[in-house]
């Protein structure tokens, strides 16, 4: 008569304790080496450093609307309320990363180009996806029934995907025509394992934060679909009981 | 340059509080969702 | 169901909302004098100076023209929902996209009808060329276009939960960033003059942009409308 729902399903699980723990390692591990391990760079001197939070952040954030629109497309074509869960997790994660992405961005534009808030494509694109997935999780809030929840947000999230590649390119193209300063472009082969080593480690505290998210959810759900069957049904109760 | 440190102090220190701050939300969501079961298996 | 009788189903629902519309005017109207007065109020913000005006006119008069547009989609659902009539109208054979298209001709007969009156009243107050060429009623039509096929599109959502008013814009906007971008640059360059060559490579975006959206938003209404 224990939580069976908690037995069948927990919501943490050991293996998933024990990769958090391995993601959060491998994270310091690979942030120490990368800040560590790296020369100053020519131009940008020891700022070269924020890139081993800013950079694999933004790429969190990316990955984080494709993997919204991949578990929409999903949820359209299986119905699966899961996939949606699936969705909803990474969308909070994701935006979580993009406001983190924006915010180091703007630390680092401040000593480099001695504003705080550059008009750069890729800060600016960033800066729209952070909006889209405000808008994908406020439509979320405001919408009471899961299933129309679901299918409304697996359409956000496509148009959303498609308009992200567009709004880059725009912001990229106006960007050249106003002609203002430029972004640093490549990376010194130096800095690339450095780079590697953090963003896969980005990549596993991501997955550790989708999955738990995820798993909370579902729970969440399945205890409250219970109730309602119990609301609907109180007679049988009395046999469960 | 001494300060570009603080600068990159802010940047680390703005994504680590991320990292902890959205672990630490995740927590009550599962303090939250334990108590939801407790609640539902009491019922 | 033929294709014709699609047409004529989204034609019937288009002319229905402007029927609507028509009769009590209300809606137009306010829309219309808000729309004025938001052009008034950049004049006091970014004025006196007639070339500072000028530079700034064609950002002026999109982002107007947003304000205005968004304040009336939801209407256009409003009206379905008052009446339970969204439901009824969902019963109705035949496929449901006729009606997307039925609403977003009607949406943009009303943004076009508004910025018929609006866009000679900014050439007085920011002293534009308009007469200069017809490449910009081309670049108007076509932001337009882009703009009101996402904004029915969103709408369809929006209209349907609380705070549909703050909720709209919220998801709007975003998305129409390289529309925005594209059609001010092309305004800008067709109205003040400056760098000829750029209008036709923003007019292209615009062009694929409503295209793009126009397929996207017609597949996906299907998902948005279904009960």
């Known amino acids: ?241 | ?43 | 169901m033929s294709l014709s009788s699609e047409f004529a189903r989204a034609r019937a629902i288009a002319w229905k909302d402007l029927t609507a519309e028509r009769r009590t005017k209300a809606n137009f109207n306010a829309v219309l004098f808000f729309t004025a007065l938001i052009l008034l109020l950049f004049g006091f913000a970014l004025g006196p100076d007639q070339q500072a005006l000028r530079e700034a006119a064609a950002g002026v008069l999109w982002l107007t023209v947003l304000f205005g547009g968004v304040l009336s989609f939801n209407r256009s659902y409003e009206m379905e929902l008052e009446g339970g009539a969204l439901e009824a109208l969902l019963l109705y054979p035949g496929d449901r996209r006729a009606l997307f298209v039925g609403k977003l001709i009607a949406n943009l007969a009303f943004l076009v009808l508004i910025e018929v009156i609006l866009v000679p009243v900014a050439a007085i107050l920011y002293d534009l060329p308009l007469l200069s060429g017809g490449g910009f009623f081309g670049v108007l039509l076509l932001g337009t276009i882009g703009f009101v096929t996402l904004g029915t599109f969103y709408a369809a959502m929006a209209s349907r939960v609380r705070a549909r008013e703050v909720l709209l814009p919220l998801l709007l906007f975003p998305m129409l960033v390289p529309l925005l971008l594209s059609a001010v640059e092309a305004t800008k360059s067709l109205l003040v003059g400056n760098l000829m060559g750029d209008a036709s490579s923003w007019v292209r975006l615009l062009v694929v942009f409503d295209v793009i959206f126009l397929v996207a938003t017609f597949f996906a209404f299907e998902y948005v409308i279904e009960e």
């Open chain 2, 1 to 43: 340059m001494p300060e570009n440190w603080l600068y990159i102090a802010a940047a680390y220190g703005v994504v680590w509080s991320a990292i902890i701050g959205y672990r630490l939300f995740l927590g009550a969501r599962r303090r939250e969702a334990r108590e939801l079961v407790r609640k539902e298996v009491e019922l």
């Open chain 1, 1 to 241: 008569m224990n939580a069976s729902i908690e037995r069948d399903y927990p919501l943490t699980p050991r293996w998933l304790t024990l990769f958090g723990w391995g993601a959060l390692a491998f994270l310091l591990l690979s942030q120490v080496l990368g800040v560590l391990t790296s020369p100053p760079d020519r131009d940008m001197g020891d700022l070269q450093k924020i890139m081993y939070v800013h950079v694999p952040s933004a790429f969190m954030s990316l990955i984080g609307y494709a993997v919204i629109f991949v578990f929409g497309i999903l949820y359209l074509v299986k119905r699966d309320l899961r996939y949606d869960l699936l969705a909803a997790s990474a969308a909070q994660v994701g935006a979580v990363f993009a406001a983190a992405t924006l915010v180091t961005g703007s630390i680092w534009a401040r000593p480099t180009w001695n504003v705080w808030w550059t008009w750069d494509a890729r800060l600016t694109s960033m800066a729209v996806l952070f909006l889209m997935y405000v808008g994908y999780l406020v439509l979320r809030a405001f919408t009471e029934d899961e299933i129309r929840r679901a299918r409304w947000s697996a359409a956000i999230a496509g148009l959303g995907f498609i308009n992200s590649g567009i709004v880059y390119m725009s912001v990229k193209w106006w960007r050249t025509i106003h002609q203002m300063q430029s972004t640093p472009g490549t990376i010194d082969p130096a800095y690339v394992r450095g780079f590697r080593m953090n963003i896969i480690a980005f990549l596993f505290v991501f997955a550790y934060f989708v999955i738990s998210r995820y798993r909370v959810a579902r729970v969440v759900r399945d205890v409250e679909a219970r109730i309602e069957e119990r609301a609907l049904a109180p007679n049988a109760e009395n046999v469960h009981a």
